[in-house]
């Protein structure tokens, strides 16, 4: 049983979403401990109370219960697996709970190595953005046992709203491949919703509220299409790390033999945006390709 008194939270990544995921848990009461490789991102958490951890393996050797959330499988990988990484250094009978977005295949991996060091790791990434991460309404998918799921699943609610395990070890990275590669070709149907709505002489605004509703709504229209029109591309979700979602999905597509092409389709617009120097733009920039 996870509780307060005697419960360290270890929390590696605040960045745009990371730092409201990390703030609930600390508003929740719990001792938290924060790396980021920038420590400048840590400065909220850290006047609020959480407590820095030097490195992962610092951290790892004082929290019993670590959540992760990096940018791209190549930092996963190291902080997990590397010479100062948390499975080298994790607590036994310790929890890991990876929030990446990250392939499927180092999720099992992860789990497997955690598993011989009597550490439970579940991977849990998210949907919901910016807004999702800072009104602790994010959904969350989750592969791994599941009594280990159900164990850290407290924590998990203070976070989101929507908790589904899915399955075994990678079964939440695998759903949340599923999230990317329905937003993918979503997101270029919204932008060209608008773009039509402008080019016939409409107001936008207007027919946002007749098709949000209807059978065209989505998550993206009802969100980000509004950022569009205000010319806000703040990222609540980076074009970069879209396109990196993306690719993995495209693999693991490939792997199983199975054709995408509006990912495919959606990806090659979205490289174009990067190109031009739109990377750390929200993914609602696409709205742009039609605007240059």
């Not at 791994?144 to 799921?149: M, P, R």
């Not at 209807?214 to 703040?234: D, K, Y």
Request: proline share 4%.
């Amino acid at each position: 049983m996870i509780n307060r008194e005697n419960t360290v939270i270890g929390f590696i990544g605040t960045g745009v979403m990371g730092n409201s995921m990390a703030g609930h848990l600390l508003k929740a009461g719990y001792s938290l401990l924060v790396y980021s490789r920038t420590k400048e991102k840590a400065a909220e958490l850290l006047e609020s109370g959480a407590k820095w951890a030097a490195s992962p393996k610092e951290l790892a050797e004082k929290a019993s219960v670590v959540f992760t959330m990096v940018g791209y499988p190549a930092d996963v990988e190291e902080v997990y697996l590397g010479e100062n990484g948390l499975i080298k250094h994790g607590l036994p009978g310790g929890y890991f709970i990876d929030m990446t977005t990250s392939a499927p295949s180092l999720a099992v991996r992860i789990y497997e190595e955690a598993k011989r060091r009597d550490i439970h790791a579940i991977d849990a990434p998210v949907s919901g953005g910016d807004v999702g991460a800072k009104e602790a309404k994010l959904s969350i998918m989750a592969g791994g046992e599941k009594d280990a799921f159900d164990t850290v699943r407290p924590l998990l609610e203070y976070l989101g709203t929507n908790i589904v395990y899915q399955g075994n070890p990678g079964a939440g990275q695998h759903t949340k491949m599923c999230n990317q590669i329905a937003i993918a070709s979503n997101m270029i149907g919204v932008c060209e919703a608008i773009i039509y709505a402008e080019k016939a002489g409409l107001n936008p605004e207007n027919v946002l509220k007749s098709i949000t509703t209807g059978a065209a709504g989505s998550w993206s229209l009802s969100n980000l299409a509004p950022r569009m029109l205000n010319g806000n591309f703040e990222p609540g979700f980076y074009i970069k790390h879209f396109i990196k979602d993306m690719k993995i999905a495209m693999d693991e597509a490939e792997h199983m033999g199975m054709k995408v092409p509006g990912l495919a389709l959606a990806k090659s617009l979205y490289d174009q945006l990067a190109e031009h120097g739109e990377g750390n733009s929200g993914t609602q920039a696409l709205y742009k390709y039609w605007k240059n």
